[in-house]
T-cell receptor
Framework: KNQVEQSPQSLIILEGKNCTLQCNYTVSPFSNLRWYKQDTGRGPVSLTIMTFSENTKSNGRYTATLDADTKQSSLHITASQLSDSASYICVVSKRGSQGNLIFGKGTKLSVKP | ETGVTQTPRHLVMGMTNKKSLKCEQHLGHNAMYWYKQSAKKPLELMFVYSLEERVENNSVPSRFSPECPNSSHLFLHLHTLQPEDSALYLC??????????????FGQGTRLTVV
């Protein structure tokens, strides 16, 4: 079954600290993996997109990693800011099927002052 | 802003009402999608339109009826909904069929409450 599992479900950190969010997937055949940030009550916004040949990709303070062998990805946030408080969603695209994005449930991150 | 606009942002409707959600994209994309996001559940794909033709319908109840009059506009017509249909409805668009770097851009969503 094609699934995307994220951990932790929720996370609280202090402003300025780093954190790492995890994503494990069983989607096959794999096309790409994306991380989205979703503020409460708003649509998701893309942070990174990685294909099977990419191990790491950065977008400012966000760094995503991908291990296609173990089917694991992580999103590392450096020097967190209050505005980083949001849900972070891991999304895996299945090759050969348009629109077939498999979404994780997301990790709800709260950054406290 | 992502270039995908949804209206209204919030909607409260009774179970006997008929309403429509609207989505408009200004990105020149040729594929548009409707997703449903319920509390504590992953986004669920409802419908996919590619080149104005419906290519996927994920067993969505007939009380949800999509319409794609052109590549820039997508509607979701609602009638006789149930309280469990209350959710955030997200529209997205992308360019082309599934490719390695196809990016899906989401609208802000419509928060629907069925009373």
């Amino acid at each position: 079954k094609n699934q995307v599992e994220q951990s932790p479900q929720s996370l609280i950190i202090l402003e300025g600290k780093n954190c790492t969010l995890q994503c494990n997937y069983t989607v096959s055949p794999f096309s790409n993996l994306r991380w989205y940030k979703q503020d409460t009550g708003r649509g998701p916004v893309s942070l990174t997109i990685m294909t099977f040949s990419e191990n790491t990709k950065s977008n400012g303070r966000y760094t995503a990693t991908l291990d296609a062998d173990t089917k694991q990805s992580s999103l590392h946030i450096t020097a967190s800011q209050l505005s980083d408080s949001a849900s972070y969603i891991c999304v895996v695209s299945k090759r050969g099927s348009q629109g077939n994005l498999i979404f994780g449930k997301g990790t709800k991150l709260s950054v406290k002052p | 802003e992502t270039g995908v606009t949804q209206t209204p942002r919030h909607l409260v409707m009774g179970m006997t009402n008929k309403k429509s959600l609207k989505c408009e994209q200004h990105l020149g994309h040729n594929a548009m999608y409707w997703y449903k996001q319920s509390a504590k559940k992953p986004l669920e794909l409802m419908f996919v339109y590619s080149l104005e033709e419906r290519v996927e319908n994920n067993s969505v109840p007939s009380r949800f009826s999509p319409e794609c009059p052109n590549s820039s506009h997508l509607f979701l017509h609602l009638h006789t909904l149930q309280p469990e249909d209350s959710a955030l409805y997200l529209c997205a668009s992308s360019q082309g069929r599934d490719s390695l770097n196809t990016e899906a851009f989401f609208g802000q969503g419509t928060r629907l409450t069925v009373v």
